[in-house]
């Protein structure tokens, strides 16, 4: 980072690859690890947050006992100063009977100085027994579309 919670985007990228990376090896102890211990981590608008680390763990490990092969898609994000926003889409299995679902749904993350992330907030959408890939006009990264 450089300045006192300035993101740059290589260190965006850099969190954002680890997350990835997490959410599709299904390893919650990674994806708790890019998070201070005091993190707070809310999903939709009412829903109570979770607060700290090994809550966000917790709650992680819940997450991927429910998902096999998660495949992920996360667009390019858009950063500014401590803060970036990207949208993600997920298809995912449910491990004992393989019905596949969809999720996709926006993100806002910000960070604390030292590049973890302090807060997260995310709202998202289902699609139950469905492997839906992004649409068309999905917002790919460049590094997506240049390898297509």
């Known amino acids: 980072m450089t300045g006192p919670n300035t993101m ?3 260190d965006l990228d850099a969190w954002g690859a680890k997350f990835e990376i997490g959410w599709r090896s299904r390893d919650p102890e990674a994806i708790a690890a890019l998070f201070t ?42 950063l500014a100063g401590d803060r970036a926003a990207a949208e993600w889409w997920c298809v995912a299995h449910d491990p004992v009977t393989g019905v596949p679902r969809t999720a996709a749904g926006c993100v ?10 302090r807060g997260l907030h995310e709202y998202w959408h289902g699609q139950p027994d469905t492997a839906l890939p992004p649409h068309g006009t999905w917002p790919h990264r460049r590094a997506e579309t240049e390898t297509r």
């Open 8 to 10: 740059t985007t290589g």
């Open 37 to 78: 211990e005091d993190a707070w981590y809310r999903q939709g608008p009412f829903a109570a947050p979770i607060i700290g680390r090994e809550a966000i763990l917790a709650q992680w490990t819940t997450t991927l006992n429910r998902q096999g092969d998660p495949q992920v898609w996360v667009s390019e994000p858009i």
């Open 108 to 117: 806002t993350v910000w960070f604390a100085p030292d590049g973890r992330c």
